[in-house]
């Protein structure tokens, strides 16, 4: 019989944890570059979409609109639009688009709209008409006034015939007004008097002055209409 030797048992003992050792490491290593492919690939489509992203975002910036008739500038961010209608002298600053519930549920798409001219129209004075203060006017304070325009001025807000909704804001003048309370289908008669609104809208309504009502617990509570407000802060009044 042959005897296999001690010496013969260690060098085969040795030579299979050699090669198990070998098989370990390139399993080790082809996980290892696996991984660290897997993680360089996500972090480059992670970049590449930030870059896209980043395209996408328009940069937004404060520019001034001046007009002759009526006689004002303000400024305002330029994803805002616009539009004067030089021959109803009339100008309509609208928001990008925004969806928001009037007060009966409905869902529109549309924007919150700033209105401005001088002198009140037939059509105009029809929607002032039917306005209900729905809360006690504010005071606001301009941001830079003219030498020859007030510092502060009132603020209300109005419901279309009845004070549970909101329809628009309204720049009054010296007319402080408590919730019930009315400017009247006259207002706006003289024409000098700055016609300043503004509430939310939709492409569908056509007159100027034509709004939604909404819920008068959250018609604040948007940025269109915080950026409305700075935008009415903003205005100057008289000849540049």
């Known amino acids: 019989m042959y005897k296999v030797s001690n010496h013969s048992t260690r060098n085969k003992i040795l030579l299979t944890i050699l090669v198990l050792g070998v ?5 080790y290593g082809s996980w290892y570059f696996y991984d660290r492919s897997q993680t ?5 489509a992670a970049a590449q979409a930030a870059e896209e992203v980043a395209e996408d975002v328009v940069e937004v910036k404060q520019e001034t609109y001046s007009s002759r008739e009526p006689a004002l500038e303000f400024t305002y961010p330029n994803n805002w639009a616009v539009a004067e209608d030089e021959e109803a002298g009339t100008i309509l600053v609208r928001s990008p688009a925004l969806s928001f519930q009037t007060v009966d549920g409905a869902s529109v798409d549309g924007h919150f709209k700033i209105y401005l001219r001088q002198g009140a129209r037939e059509q105009d004075r029809a929607y002032i008409g039917r306005g209900i203060a729905a809360r006690a006017s504010e005071t606001l304070t301009y941001t ?3 030498e020859n325009q007030r510092e502060e001025t009132s603020i209300s807000f109005f419901g279309l015939d009845s004070s549970d909704n ?3 804001f309204f720049i009054a003048g010296n007319f402080v ?3 019930g309370q009315s400017l009247g289908g006259e207002y706006g008669a003289d024409e000098d008097t700055y016609i300043i609104g503004g509430g939310y ?3 569908d309504l056509a007159d100027d002055l034509a709004v939604h009502s909404v819920p008068l617990d959250s018609f604040d509570e948007t940025d269109e209409y915080a950026t409305a407000l700075d935008i009415i802060r903003s205005i100057r009044i008289g000849r540049f």
């Open 23 to 27: 098989l370990a490491g390139l399993a």
């Open 40 to 44: 360089r690939q996500a972090e480059e």
């Open 201 to 203: 809208s939709s492409p």
């Open 166 to 168: 909101f329809a628009y």
């Open 177 to 179: 007004l408590e919730p």
């Open 144 to 146: 830079e006034p003219t």
